[in-house]
């Protein structure tokens, strides 16, 4: 599985953006998906996390209320859009897919668990 993140960029606080990850190869259907951020100086955290049928979804506290994690696997991608964003989410983010799941229903948010990589999608949020 390769994985293509976009959609990052510079926003002013409490501003949009819509992050996507587009997925190559065919088992996208059969993987869940997350989010990660990983700011400067920081360890990548998880963001948010989605199953594969799409059912069932996680957040980091951080973002409750703000972002929302779907998924479109007739077109291999999974999307974050962010809401009211704050400096504080300014970070480099990256998708992860990882394709041997417990359950259509199973979420993952540690790193550890996740197979494959994207490869990051600066967002910069200023004040």
Same mark, same amino acid.
């Given at each position: 599985v390769? %994985?293509?993140? !976009?959609g990052? @960029? %510079?926003?002013q606080? @409490? *501003? #949009? %953006?819509?992050l996507?990850?587009?997925?190559? *190869?065919?088992? +996208? $259907?059969?993987?869940?998906?997350?989010?990660?951020r990983q700011?400067p100086?920081?360890?990548?955290? +998880?963001?948010a *996390? &989605? #199953? %594969?049928? @799409? &059912?069932?979804t #996680?957040?980091a506290?951080?973002?409750?209320?703000r972002f929302?994690?779907?998924r479109?696997?007739?077109n291999?991608?999974a999307?974050l859009?962010?809401n !009211?964003?704050?400096?504080?989410?300014?970070a480099?983010y990256?998708?992860a897919?990882?394709?041997y799941?417990?359950?259509s229903?199973?979420v993952y $948010?540690?790193?550890?668990?996740?197979n494959?990589?994207?490869? *990051?999608?600066q967002?910069?949020?200023?004040?």
């Amino acid at each position: 599985v390769q %994985l293509q993140a !976009s959609g990052g @960029g %510079l926003v002013q606080a @409490g *501003g #949009s %953006l819509r992050l996507a990850c587009e997925a190559s *190869g065919r088992t +996208f $259907s059969s993987s869940a998906m997350g989010w990660f951020r990983q700011a400067p100086g920081k360890e990548r955290e +998880f963001v948010a *996390g &989605i #199953s %594969l049928s @799409g &059912i069932r979804t #996680s957040y980091a506290d951080s973002v409750k209320g703000r972002f929302r994690i779907f998924r479109d696997n007739a077109n291999h991608t999974a999307y974050l859009p962010m809401n !009211s964003l704050k400096p504080e989410d300014t970070a480099v983010y990256y998708c992860a897919a990882r394709i041997y799941v417990a359950s259509s229903s199973s979420v993952y $948010s540690r790193r550890s668990e996740y197979n494959y990589w994207g490869q *990051g999608t600066q967002v910069t949020v200023s004040s």
